[in-house]
């Protein structure tokens, strides 16, 4: 397993953190997983024998159960491991039970606390945009937080790269703690990430954590062209995280997968995670398992070197066009183009 500094911070983390939406699996994350105490042992031992060193949950996974069976389940190995979890999303039906006002996010990690069993979190990260909050609100309290030793560092997770910039200006502005990670959806399915929030991570030295890196499933190889998807499987128009706006293209991606896999001994699934895990930016991919066995398929993928040859194919075949002012920018203004510029523009220009 490789580790990676964490964006900025000194923090070396696990090219692939253990998702623990299933964790619980009440409610919405049933559909997810439904591992109790016990089956959530399982998987976190499994994940750290071959080297996993972050557990990814968050306070809203089955309204608390998922942090409660993780500090269950760690128990007094919680030292020897990083913990990620986060806040913004309604933890009840009080005006005051969701967003990212000073008192919720108090009230929140504090609760979050509880049912983990620690007195520390080591990556606490923003759910989602609270646009009605003021910035200096939001990361004061986040600040605090770390000054009193409960959280260790701060992320944000589904922001746009203007929210991110105004965040970490009102940051340095202010003297306060910066975000040093960003927790985004980013997979062969969709790569609409690289337009600006690659760049952005790569420009301000932000750490990229991976959510649904085979694309909730779609990039396993059960769905295939013309073949029939396994029993209580949806069809690609039901899905809406991520969405499926090309299914050619989509199945296109998924045969350069299989085909991938298939002369490489492995899955679709592990040449997926490979991909995104050698990414630019990207420090870790998230994955969550149903069962053992689909686990350590995942967990293989961080010992998986694609060739420069294999990832130019899967680069082509799940290619976006380029959007405005980048197609013009790669017209006209590639003589002065920085580390971050290139990550988008690169594979463009002749």
Same mark, same amino acid.
């Given at each position: ?31 997810? *997983? ?14 750290? @024998? ?124 202010? =003297? ?44 396993? =190889? ?9 029993? *209580? ?107 971050? @510029? ?9």
């Amino acid at each position: 397993m490789e580790y990676r500094q964490l964006g900025r911070s000194g923090l070396r983390v696990s090219t692939i953190t253990l998702g623990t939406m299933g964790f619980g699996g009440t409610g919405w994350a049933s559909a997810v *997983g439904q591992i109790d105490v016990e089956g959530a042992r399982k998987q976190i031992n499994l994940a750290r @024998d071959a080297g996993v060193n972050l557990i990814d949950t968050a306070d809203v996974y089955s309204s608390g159960a998922s942090e409660e069976i993780v500090g269950q389940a760690l128990g007094s190995d919680r030292e020897d491991v990083l913990i990620a979890t986060k806040v913004r999303m309604p933890m009840g039906d009080g005006p005051n039970d969701a967003g990212l006002s000073r008192h919720h996010i108090i009230r929140a990690a504090e609760a979050s606390l509880r049912r983990l069993g620690t007195d520390y979190i080591d990556l606490y990260q923003v759910h989602e945009w609270d646009g009605q909050t003021p910035l200096e609100e939001t990361l004061s309290a986040l600040d605090s937080l770390v000054q009193s030793g409960k959280v260790r560092y701060i992320g944000a997770s589904n922001y746009a790269a203007w929210h991110l910039i105004k965040a970490l200006w009102t940051s340095d502005r202010n =003297g306060l703690q910066r975000f040093v990670s960003q927790q985004i959806y980013y997979s062969l399915q969709a790569r609409e990430a690289e337009n600006e929030l690659v760049p952005v991570s790569i420009d301000q030295g932000l750490g990229i954590l991976v959510w649904s890196p085979i694309a909730g499933g779609l990039l396993s =190889g059960k769905y295939r062209r013309g073949v029939d998807a396994p029993a *209580g499987s949806r069809h690609l128009s039901d899905w809406s995280e991520p969405p499926v706006h090309d299914e050619d293209k989509l199945y296109n991606t998924i045969e350069t997968l299989v085909e991938i896999g298939s002369a490489r001994g492995v899955s679709a699934a592990q040449v997926a995670l490979a991909y995104t895990i050698g990414k630019a930016a990207v420090t870790s991919v998230i994955v969550g398992a149903r069962t053992e066995d689909q686990l350590a398929d995942n967990l293989a993928s961080a010992e998986l070197d694609l060739s420069v040859e294999e990832v130019a194919q899967l680069d082509a075949v799940s290619a976006q066009p380029l959007q405005y002012p980048y197609w013009h920018q790669a017209n006209t203004s590639s003589d002065r183009l920085s580390p971050a @510029d290139l990550s988008l523009l690169g594979p463009h220009l002749g």
